[in-house]
């Protein structure tokens, strides 16, 4: 849903957008509401989907921490700088290196994103952001659960430009890097 402001940069759009109720995104330099926990504004989620971010989530964490690595993982909230803009929001993300600052409301070297589909944003989520996220050098996966389906599509990074595509309803996805698999079903919540 677009509010009708003024064209915004990251730079204005990421201390508005944090004293604002729900969550924003900032598509090209349009605020758009992706989630709210007001009716009257935007539906709220449903909770196939918040249990798929949840499960999500906590795969990625368990995964990184049974593999040992020196990455994050982030649930929804954290804001990912596609250019000057364009901010995006994922269901998860996985950064790895250093630990972000406490006060950090943006990471700029996401290794893999999530995002979970919903009726409303699943042209987006298969279109400008498959191209946003993968125009950032750091981004090796890209996730998107389909929670009605129980399908994942795994995107990742191949030579060159390349980017290869799995559809995935069992087994699990090789993120390689940051170096772990994480099984598929343990991406959805138990049927």
């Known amino acids: 849903m677009s509010t009708g402001l003024k064209l915004m940069t990251v730079e204005e759009f990421l201390p508005w957008a944090?004293?604002?109720?729900?969550?924003?995104?900032?598509?090209?330099?349009?605020?758009?509401?992706?989630?709210?926990?007001?009716?009257v504004m935007m539906a709220p989620e449903r909770a196939a989907h918040i249990r798929t971010k949840f499960r999500a989530a906590k795969a990625l964490d368990g995964a990184v921490t049974t593999a040992d690595l020196p990455?994050?993982?982030?649930?929804?909230?954290?804001?990912?700088?596609?250019?000057?803009?364009?901010?995006?929001?994922?269901?998860?993300s996985v950064v790895c290196g250093p630990r972000a600052p406490a006060d950090a409301i943006e990471i700029d070297n996401p290794v893999i994103v999530v995002e979970?589909?919903?009726?409303s944003t699943a042209a987006i989520d298969h279109g400008r952001k498959l191209s946003g996220y993968f125009s950032?050098?750091?981004?090796?996966?890209?996730?998107?659960?389909?929670?009605?389906?129980?399908?994942?599509?795994?995107?990742k990074r191949g030579a060159g430009d390349a980017i290869e595509t799995r559809v995935l309803t069992e087994g699990a996805a090789r993120l390689d890097p940051p170096g772990?698999?994480?099984?598929?079903?343990?991406l959805f919540s138990p049927a």
């Open 18 to 39: 944090e004293g604002k109720e729900g969550r924003w995104e900032l598509h090209d330099g349009v605020p758009v509401m992706i989630s709210s926990a007001e009716p």
């Open 71 to 92: 990455c994050e993982v982030f649930t929804d909230g954290m804001a990912i700088r596609i250019d000057a803009r364009t901010t995006y929001e994922p269901d998860a």
């Open 116 to 119: 979970v589909l919903s009726p």
């Open 136 to 155: 950032l050098p750091s981004v090796q996966h890209y996730l998107i659960l389909d929670p009605d389906r129980r399908v994942a599509i795994h995107h």
């Open 180 to 186: 772990f698999e994480v099984a598929v079903q343990a």
